[in-house]
């Protein structure tokens, strides 16, 4: 069984950037999708990006095309999200997460495993 594990977030003001890392564990990653989602309180978890692992297709929420890119490191078994301009609104725990198909990426429903959580905080 597969394990991830977030690192890269932290506490940086408006207009700075981070970059997530997401460690999945084992010799090779065993999915087929790698995502991102993240969740505010008191809002549910809400799909950011994700990205077929063997092509490299990527998916992204409307509102952070273009602020954030999806990448992956086959070798690493390493999945990235950089994240530039934030704004106080993207302030939320992101999460990863790993599928089997490429069916419906979006929906969070559809992962089977999860890693932790980072904490991102964005500051005016």
């Known amino acids: 069984q597969v394990q991830l594990a977030e690192s890269g977030g932290g506490l940086v003001q408006a207009g700075g950037s981070l970059r997530l890392s997401c460690a999945a564990s084992?010799?090779?990653?065993?999915?087929?999708?790698m995502g991102w989602f993240r969740q505010a309180p008191g809002k549910e978890r809400e799909f950011v990006a994700a990205?077929?692992?063997?092509?490299?297709?990527?998916y992204y929420l409307d509102s952070v095309k273009g602020q954030f890119t999806i990448s992956r490191d086959k070798a690493k078994n390493t999945g990235f999200l950089q994240m530039n301009n934030l704004k106080p609104e993207d302030t939320a725990v992101y999460y990863c997460a790993a599928r089997y198909s490429d069916y419906d990426v979006r929906n969070p429903d559809m992962y089977d495993t999860w890693g932790q959580g980072t904490q991102v905080t964005v500051s005016s």
């Open positions: 084992g010799r090779t990653f065993s999915r087929t999708v």
């Open positions: 990205i077929t692992w063997s092509v490299g297709r990527t």
